[in-house]
């Protein structure tokens, strides 16, 4: 249990290594629970808690903000607490991760100086439509970057573009049981105010942050703040069903309709073509040299133009 909890918050084991050991033992999970939200009241040195709550517009995402200054991945305690019964539209951010998840099992780069949050949802929806989620999320994302003055533009199926470079990524992590979803934990990562040499060289010609996009800088706080706003308003329609108001605003700032693109599939499969749209269930329609019309519903998409 103590192992557990030190791999889900990295940097507070020291809290926990005060414990005895019988002590430890003793905890269930849901004590567990309790006390990853006691260390999470956190307000860090750039992300403060207090002032996103006491802003906050919203009726229920964000009723629960828990904030700890390092984890090893916001996703992976947000569905810790989600298996514990969290409450939809509790948000769990971290200053720093130390294993931050990418999409395809690649590494997140997650210094200060980022947003790197997860929500967690329980919409009463069929598991058929929770991909429609991440690309809600999306809309979100380049909605609140827009209102801020930056041409926030989505590759499929979830990155967020300025000026063609990557600015934001989205992991949509969900749960499913007999045909209801359980929960669904999605991971917003912002590259806002970091800089860009940190990043691994091969990123680093495709990556770009807020701050040099918009020679400007806006603070973690405000981000969290606006994103969580618009995050709600998207959501709302995807609860009532409005998938198709949905996917019109993610059709219209999309990068990828009408390009030129390249799908990498799971074993190394390439598949290439003009994205000619996405359909009511996000998936990516892609004609192929030959006039075939092939519906893909995940991989890697590279925009060559
Ligand atoms: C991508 O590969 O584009 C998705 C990146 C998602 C990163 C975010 S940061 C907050 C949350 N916690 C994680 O470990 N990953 C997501």
Redesign the pocket.
Known sequence: MKKKMSRLLSKNREDFSEKSLDEILKIDEKEMAEAIKEIGLETTEYINTKKIENFLKTKYIGHEILCFDEVE????VAKFLAESGSEEGTVVISEV?TK????HG?K?E?PTGGV???LILRPDISPSKAPLITLATGVAVANTLRNIGADARIKWP??ILINDKKVS???TESNAKFNTVDYVVV???IDSNLNIDILPEELQKDSTTLKNELKTKITETELILKFLNEFETVYGLFKEEKFEDILYDWRRMSQTIGSYVEIKQPLGKFLKGYAVGINNEGALILEESNGNLKKIISGECIIKK
């Open positions: 991945s916001t996703n992976t991760q931050g998840k990418g999409r690649k997140w997650s790197w949050l997860s979830n990155d990524g989205i992991l991971g917003i990562g």
